[in-house]
Nanobody
Framework: VQLQASGGGLVQAGDSLRLSCAGS????????MGWFRQVPGKEREFVAS????????VYTDSVKGRFTISRDNAKNTVYLQLNSLKPEDTAVYYC????????????????????WGQGTLVTVSS
């Protein structure tokens, strides 16, 4: 599956953004999807994951209550809604996919994902 992330930009603290990740090439609904982020000089870190149907989601503690992951399998797209943004949320955000059909699960591990998008930069000014 090929992934194309978009929606990043420069915002102020407290603002919102919605990131999108469009998939193509395979049956999107057969993939667990995830979002990760990376700051230069640091390791890529897990942000959120969503199961194939969208019924199950999981988040890293620092974004719980502020970020929401969702998906529209009819549109082959996964979203990450970022609310109440903080300067420490500044990073390049990557979407990722892994074929998990027929299982319904989320995944937190960087190495668990087989496919990656190119990243979209989110910059939050104070």
């Amino acid at each position: 599956v090929q992934l194309q992330a978009s929606g990043g930009g420069l915002v102020q603290a407290g603002d919102s953004l919605r990131l999108s990740c469009a998939g193509s090439g395979h049956t999107f609904s057969r993939y667990t999807m995830g979002w990760f982020r990376q700051v230069p000089g640091k390791e890529r870190e897990f942000v959120a994951s969503i199961s194939r149907s969208g019924r199950t989601t999981v988040y890293t503690d620092s974004v719980k209550g502020r970020f929401t992951i969702s998906r529209d399998n009819a549109k082959n797209t996964v979203y990450l809604q970022l609310n109440s943004l903080k300067p420490e949320d500044t990073a390049v955000y990557y979407c990722a996919a892994h074929f998990t059909y027929p299982h319904e699960k989320t995944m937190r591990g960087l190495g668990e994902y087989s496919y990656w998008g190119q990243g979209t930069l989110v910059t939050v000014s104070s």
